[in-house]
């Protein structure tokens, strides 16, 4: 454990504060690490946030040079699924990747690197980012800090649990079909899901879940997460299957504009079906409220699906055939045949289904 380290700054400024601390040598990135250690070594337990530690490897970054950055010198929590660092292990919440290292940074990961940031830990996730909360027979179940008996929400439950918690400023995320925004709303963190083509997949894939999955971050404020947008798209991959141009000027940058007048769609239809609970109802409309004061159009719409079974049809469409690509992938990956004892009954069943016409060679 490390040793104690008062720095109360650490629990109330965002990471670009934090950034310019260290630029104005009034804290060094080593003893930012030590904050974030530290309260991961306090406040981890009951939460179960964090599933592996990397301190070694924080303080392997503290030790190069200083890059130039908005987030320069700052501690990042990784979540463990998608998100690779040399050398460390990547599990994914699943015991198929239990033993699993891996063996080069993945691109996500390179531009952070780049930027300065310094990784203190990996958060968890449900097996394989499938569920909205957080807990798997891997690692355990992840609580909500405001209130141990609820969940974070998934799939990027242990990051939004951790920077609730004041671990760290800023942790990475990723998200498909709400891995990022669910947990944020948990946890009361800033999250968003970009658009496709502003993240990379880089290097074992071009696209993740048909385009759907990006990675991006949670944060406690706007501009870390403009700058960690910013970070994000500092670099290119040829093998990327969707790409955009930066924008002329720097996501950062913008957030000190005025936006002028938007015009911004909302919808009280749950996009699956059921009942919008009354509380989550009234935040919606206080919402609006807000944004009609400051000037904004708000306008009812709402996708037009004949009902919410299209879109469960086609969102298990993708999610079932790329359980059984990871399935049949996984000797190319894991030098191993996978097979029903690697995963939990609910994603071995998913798999199945996207495998169905090809039952005679399945792996049994």
């Known amino acids: 454990m490390t040793s104690a380290f008062h720095f109360p700054e650490y629990d109330l400024l965002d990471g670009i504060a934090l950034a310019d601390m260290v630029r104005r040598k009034e804290v060094t990135p080593s003893e930012l690490v030590r904050a974030a250690v530290q309260r991961i070594d306090g406040r981890n337990g009951p939460l179960n946030a964090v599933v592996h530690l990397l301190e070694d490897e924080a303080k392997s970054q503290c030790r190069l040079p200083l890059a130039d950055g908005p987030l320069s010198g700052v501690p990042i929590l990784i979540k463990d699924l998608l998100a690779e660092i040399e050398g460390c292990p990547t599990r994914n919440g699943s015991r198929l990747f239990k033993h699993y290292v891996a063996r080069e940074d993945s691109q996500t990961i390179k531009r952070y690197r780049k930027a300065g940031l310094i990784f203190v830990g990996k958060t968890a996730t449900p097996e394989l980012?499938?569920?909205?909360?957080?807990?798997?027979?891997?690692?355990?179940?992840?609580?909500?800090?405001?209130?141990?008996?609820?969940?974070?929400?998934?799939?990027?439950?242990?990051?939004?649990?951790?920077?609730?918690?004041?671990?760290?400023?800023?942790?990475?995320?990723?998200?498909?079909?709400?891995?990022?925004?669910?947990?944020?709303?948990?946890?009361?963190?800033?999250?968003?899901?970009?658009?496709?083509?502003?993240?990379?997949?880089?290097?074992?894939?071009?696209?993740?879940?048909?385009?759907l999955v990006v990675e991006h971050a949670v944060s406690r404020s706007v501009r870390d997460s403009a700058a960690m947008l910013d970070i994000l798209i500092a670099g290119s991959d040829d093998a990327d299957a969707y790409r955009w141009p930066a924008p002329e000027e720097s996501f950062l940058s913008s957030t000190c504009n005025t936006p002028g007048r938007l015009r911004i769609a909302y919808t009280f239809q749950p996009f699956l079906g059921?009942?919008?609970?009354?509380?989550?109802?009234?935040?919606?409309?206080?919402?609006?409220?807000?944004?009609?004061?400051?000037?904004?159009?708000?306008?009812?719409?709402?996708?037009?699906?004949?009902?919410?079974?299209?879109?469960?049809?086609?969102?298990?469409?993708?999610?079932?055939?790329?359980?059984?690509?990871?399935?049949?992938?996984?000797?190319?990956?894991?030098?191993?045949?996978?097979?029903?004892?690697?995963?939990?009954?609910?994603t071995w069943a998913l798999a199945r289904q996207g495998h169905i016409s090809k039952r005679s060679t399945w792996p049994e």
């Not at 008996?149 to 649990?161: D, H, M, T």
């Not at 963190?189 to 880089?202: A, D």
């Not at 992938?329 to 009954?345: C, K």
Request: aromatic fraction near 4%; hydrophobic fraction near 35%; charged fraction near 15%.
């Open 129 to 211: 980012g499938l569920h909205p909360y957080t807990e798997s027979d891997a690692t355990g179940i992840t609580r909500n800090p405001w209130n141990l008996g609820l969940s974070p929400g998934g799939s990027s439950g242990g990051a939004c649990a951790a920077v609730a918690a004041g671990m760290t400023p800023i942790a990475h995320g990723s998200d498909g079909g709400g891995s990022i925004r669910l947990p944020a709303s948990h946890c009361g963190v800033f999250g968003l899901k970009p658009t496709r083509g502003r993240s990379p997949s880089g290097p074992h894939f071009s696209e993740l879940w048909q385009g």
């Open 274 to 346: 059921g009942e919008l609970s009354p509380d989550c109802r009234a935040a919606v409309e206080s919402s609006l409220q807000l944004l009609a004061d400051l000037g904004h159009d708000v306008v009812e719409a709402h996708p037009p699906l004949a009902s919410a079974d299209q879109l469960c049809e086609a969102m298990l469409t993708i999610v079932c055939g790329e359980m059984a690509s990871l399935v049949e992938n996984a000797g190319r990956m894991l030098d191993r045949v996978a097979t029903y004892e690697d995963f939990e009954p609910g």
